[in-house]
Nanobody, 127 residues
Framework: HVQLVESGGGSVQAGGSLRLSCAASGYTYSSYCMGWFRQAPGKEREGVATIASDASTSYADSVKGRFTISQDNAKNTLYLQMNSLKPEDTAMYYC??????????????????????WGQGTQVTVS
């Protein structure tokens, strides 16, 4: 039974930082591609960042230079370091995995429906 469990969300003031974690269990953590996505109230889910098994990363333009995605394979954990947070970063943040290998990880920010496994989300509120 595959589980992705996010944590680390919370409420911060603009300019602050948060570090999200996504603990994976139930499968061999060697996912070809993992990603962070977010959904604000009344808006569609959008891609934030992806990381491939070779550690190459991709970011949405809105978070470049402020967010950093990383992973610790020994701990089966995906991270998202978020700095210089803005009110527009307020959203529920989800981690996702199980992207088919025929979908390039670098282009997966817009391929939300192709990710097979999702966590339950963690709320980030920036005021």
């Amino acid at each position: 039974h595959v589980q992705l469990v996010e944590s680390g969300g919370g409420s911060v003031q603009a300019g602050g930082s948060l570090r999200l974690s996504c603990a994976a269990s139930g499968y061999t953590y060697s996912s070809y591609c993992m990603g962070w996505f977010r959904q604000a109230p009344g808006k569609e889910r959008e891609g934030v960042a992806t990381i491939a098994s070779d550690a190459s990363t991709s970011y949405a333009d809105s978070v470049k230079g402020r967010f950093t995605i990383s992973q610790d394979n020994a701990k089966n954990t995906l991270y998202l370091q978020m700095n210089s947070l803005k009110p527009e970063d307020t959203a529920m943040y989800y981690c996702a995995a199980d992207l088919p290998p025929w979908v390039t990880c670098s282009g997966a920010l817009a391929r939300i429906a192709d990710f097979g496994w999702w966590g339950q989300g963690t709320q980030v509120t920036v005021s």
